[in-house]
């Protein structure tokens, strides 16, 4: 894998400047039923703010508030800016799109995988600031796996975390299909560069697209892309 897509850069230097920091996000249901299928073009969704000064959102899916039960976001930290210490009860997950994002735990450049298991916490921050996509509050209590792998030298497929779900880095060097067919647990794909196509029209990087295990749909990669996706999740 060489440098991510310049588009993760673009989208981070266009958000919004908040001068102050926000309310709490009030409980919301967005993209929430997992039994159905999802796609959000990031370039055109909205930011949200948060109750940290500096550190925006662009909601994927949610499920509740602040101290959610699900949420799957686009988050943005401005340079010298942190978020409260806080605890993951069901696990967190990210990759980091632009910039470098950091706690107490180590320094994650564009390019890095985490997931930190059931229980961790952290007080995260970002001095030249950042583009993560985050998943919260997503793992089985049992999972005590951590891991934080780059991306950066990575030429081939590659599983990031195969168990109870599977996670991969994929280049599409020759284009790639993937259903529900073939991943009866659901697919979840957030397109890092290059195209694909998907309900009969092409989609370019930064495409977050969702099919759930049900989905008679099918997303192709085209020569090229490279994308992460999680599968085996939705149908738990």
Not at 83 to 88: C, I, L, R
Not at 182 to 198: K, R, T, V
């Amino acid at each position: 894998m060489n440098a991510l897509d310049p588009y993760w850069r673009r989208l981070y230097e266009s958000r919004p400047h908040p001068d102050q920091q926000a309310d709490a996000l009030p409980d919301t249901a967005f993209n929430a039923d997992l039994t159905q299928p999802a796609i959000i073009n990031t370039e055109k969704a909205q930011w949200v703010p948060s109750p940290a000064p500096g550190v925006q959102r662009i909601l994927l899916e949610r499920n509740g508030g602040e101290k959610t039960t699900r949420a799957t976001s686009l988050v943005a930290y401005e340079p010298n800016s942190q978020f409260a210490g806080h605890e993951h009860p069901l696990g967190e997950e990210f990759l980091v799109l632009a910039g470098v994002f950091s706690d107490e735990n180590g320094d994650y450049p564009a390019g890095t995988y985490v997931r930190n298991p059931p229980g961790s916490e952290h007080k995260p921050h970002s001095q030249p600031g950042c583009l993560i996509l985050v998943k919260l509050q997503q793992f089985r209590p049992n999972d005590r796996d951590h891991a934080v792998i780059s991306l950066s030298q990575l030429t081939e497929p590659t599983v990031l975390f195969d168990d109870y779900e599977q996670v991969h880095w994929w280049p599409a060097r020759n284009h790639l299909k993937l259903t529900a067919e073939d991943h009866p647990g659901g697919i979840e794909l957030l397109l890092l560069s290059g195209a694909c196509d998907y309900a009969g029209r092409p989609w370019g990087a930064g495409t977050w697209i969702r099919l759930p295990a049900t989905s008679l749909s099918t997303i192709e990669l085209a020569d090229g892309a490279e994308a992460w996706v999680k599968t085996g999740h939705l149908g738990q």
